[in-house]
């Protein structure tokens, strides 16, 4: 069965520092790959996905991620998080055309002002 | 445009009861999927639907749980004899057609507690 592992649970930063939080996959076919954020009170949102293509995906608010097929990885990056950025952040695998995907079980981030 | 509704955002629940859980999707969109959210674990995929059809249902536990998404009005994900166990987190997605997570639109969920 696919899974995906988030290796960071918990996450506590100051701002301005960088941020990296880890994503892995065990499915070896075609993937569809995504991270989202969910913000205290808020619906889960899109951050930024990858389909295909340059595999350094820039997506919303200063966030990008790198996906390296070799390692199964597709982690998530900011160079200066702000407060703002204190949420829950998930990220999903699709296999290549499905809609089921599987999700990890979440990084909480906090950022002190 | 109205996003995804869900409600109620909190239910309790007593052992034995049902929970009803609504879900209004985005105007336009015909497409409603359900998740649930267990403490400490991801959001992991239980039904999707159609209006008045059920499409995929392969993470829906067999016994107890059903969805319907009628021709009028929301989903309904119904829960019966509730335990300790369905305690979680339960998200709503829509999309205009069956669509990869990058196009469903996500509600802000249903939290239910089963005391």
């Known amino acids: 069965a696919q899974s995906v592992s988030q290796h960071n649970h918990h996450v506590i930063l100051s701002e301005a520092a960088s941020l990296e939080l880890g994503c892995n996959y065990s499915y070896g076919g075609t993937v569809n790959l995504f991270w989202y954020v969910q913000y205290p009170g808020q619906h889960l949102q899109l951050l930024l996905k990858y389909f295909s293509g340059d595999p350094l995906v820039k997506g919303i608010k200063g966030f990008e991620a790198e996906f390296i097929k070799s390692k199964f990885s597709f982690n998530l990056r900011k160079p200066s998080v702000q407060w703002s950025d204190t949420a829950e952040y998930f990220c999903a695998v699709n296999r290549g055309g499905s809609y089921i995907p599987t999700f990890g079980r979440g990084t909480s981030l906090i950022v002190h002002p | ?115």
């Open chain 2, 1 to 115: 445009n109205a996003g995804v509704m869900q409600n109620p955002r909190h239910l309790v629940r007593r052992r034995g009861q049902e929970a009803r859980l609504r879900c209004s999707p985005m105007k336009g969109h015909s497409h409603v999927y359900w998740y649930r959210q267990l403490p400490e674990e991801g959001l992991k995929f239980m039904v999707y639907l159609q209006k008045e059809n059920i499409i995929d249902e392969s993470g829906m536990p067999k016994e107890r749980f059903s969805a319907e998404f009628p021709k009028e009005g929301p989903s309904i994900l119904r829960i019966q004899q509730v335990v300790r166990g369905d305690s979680a987190a339960y998200f709503c997605a829509s999309s205009p057609f069956e669509a990869g997570t990058d196009t469903q639109y996500f509600g802000p969920g249903t939290r239910l507690t089963v005391l």
